[in-house]
Nanobody, 123 residues
């Protein structure tokens, strides 16, 4: 019903910035809240941030709050993740996801996932 495609990942020096995009193609009229998760090698997928479908509410993990900003443009069916002050521990594959369940903070709350985009932060 929904296809998600992430873009904007790459290699950046510590302290730098990246802007990720997630383009959504919906095959139904259902509206979704959206989230970003990340997964580093050998670690579980972890919550980064989420946004309600009308942008009225946002949620952030403690590790990124104050550095990352989530936003969306519903006219373009696109969600963004602005990442500033990047650290080496931010290195991971970043995934865009469409929410289906009631929980924002766990992968089990999301039904659709993109393929991921690699973010690498050098020291």
């Amino acid at each position: 019903q929904v296809q998600l495609v992430e873009s904007g990942g790459g290699l950046v020096q510590a302290g730098g910035s990246l802007r990720l995009s997630c383009a959504a193609s919906a095959l139904s009229d259902t509206a979704y809240s959206m989230g970003w998760f990340r997964q580093a090698p050998g670690r579980e997928r972890e919550f980064v941030t989420a946004i309600s479908r009308s942008s009225s509410s946002t949620y952030y993990s403690d590790s990124v709050k104050g550095r990352f900003t989530i936003s969306r443009d519903n006219a373009k069916n696109t969600v963004y993740l602005q990442m500033n002050g990047l650290k080496s521990e931010d290195t991971a594959v970043y995934y865009c996801a469409a929410k289906a369940g009631r929980t924002y903070y766990t992968p089990e709350g999301y039904n659709y996932w993109g393929q991921g985009t690699q973010v690498t932060v050098s020291s």
